[in-house]
């Protein structure tokens, strides 16, 4: 599955299926951009917010999941392990997996499988290979979580950025 986002903005993007569906939309309203929320989209026009990142700048950012209830720290939600680059979360199926923040493209990983469940691509302009706007590509076999693949990836790639920029 690929979910294409219209901006290179990952911060404030709508997403859209392959067949131009919109299925989530991702607001930053503001300068500072202190909160993100993430809607989901259904087919009836039902809008539904399943997420909600409240950025900080001196602590750790809160992260509200609507398949939880609960707001939680992002260094909770998403566990950094010793000597490593990854950020692992526990899937709403029990596994574990890990967002690899090692390249400009993030990498979700099962835990132990090493399987590439999802990654980030940047937008191309076209110059060395075709042009594409910025997507998310989704293994089939985890579209059983995609609420908690694109919230956990608006974390994971600010994270990324932020080391990226130190």
């Given at each position: ?16 299926d ?99 469940v ?9 110059i ?39």
């Open positions: 599955m690929r979910l294409s986002f219209s901006s290179n903005e990952f911060l404030n993007a709508v997403i859209r392959e067949d131009g569906r919109q299925l989530y939309s991702i607001s930053s309203p503001g300068l500072l951009r202190s909160k993100t929320t993430v809607t989901k989209h259904g087919s009836q026009g039902d809008d539904d917010v399943i997420g909600i990142i409240t950025w900080h700048l001196f602590r750790d950012a809160r992260i509200w999941l609507k398949a939880t209830g609960v707001e939680v720290e992002g260094s909770s939600l998403l566990k950094l392990k010793w000597f490593s680059s990854s950020r692992t979360f526990t899937g709403p199926d029990g596994k574990e997996y890990s967002w690899n923040l090692e390249t400009t493209n993030c990498r979700l990983e099962e835990k132990g499988s090493g399987v590439e999802a990654k980030y691509h940047e937008r191309n302009l076209g060395m290979s075709p042009s594409h706007a910025p997507y998310l590509e989704i293994s089939p076999s985890a579209s059983h979580m995609l609420d908690y693949i694109v919230i956990t990836f608006v974390y994971a790639e600010m994270l990324s950025v932020e080391e990226h920029v130190v």
